[in-house]
């Protein structure tokens, strides 16, 4: 397996254990130099957000992947966390909405969640 897919299983699987609505898997490598792969997800709230965001740079870091940028936190409504090949973006629903980005990267391909989520190292 290789890094940019560990990263996006890592991720999802930190953001469903804290119940993340709605995740997507968006390949991009095909489309744009900027990543290989977009994590979406959506927090219901606040607090939710913050779990998120922990969840995901604990399990990450506790695999020894840190971030090379963070923008926002827990009183945004879109957090944006860039691991270089993968870019993990956590909104709240409403942004999410407003920000479309699975109508924007659509050239991408979306990927089964479920495929990364019942990986093992």
């Excluded at 119940?19 to 997507?24: E, F, P, R």
């Excluded at 944006?80 to 659509?106: A, G």
Aim: hydrophobic share 45%.
């Amino acid at each position: 397996m290789g890094r940019e897919a560990e990263i996006t299983r890592l991720a999802c699987q930190a953001l469903d254990e804290k119940q993340a609505k709605d995740i997507k898997i968006i390949d991009i490598h095909d489309v744009s130099v900027i990543a290989d792969y977009f994590v979406i997800a959506s927090a219901q709230n606040a607090n939710q957000l913050e779990a998120l965001i922990d969840n995901v740079r604990e399990k990450l870091g506790r695999a020894g992947f840190e971030p090379k940028n963070v923008e926002g936190n827990s009183h945004s409504s879109w957090v944006l966390m860039d691991y270089t090949d993968v870019i993990i973006h956590i909104f709240d629903e409403e942004n999410r909405l407003i920000y479309d980005l699975e109508m924007i990267w659509r050239d991408g391909k979306v990927l089964n969640v479920d495929d990364f989520l019942a990986e093992e190292r």
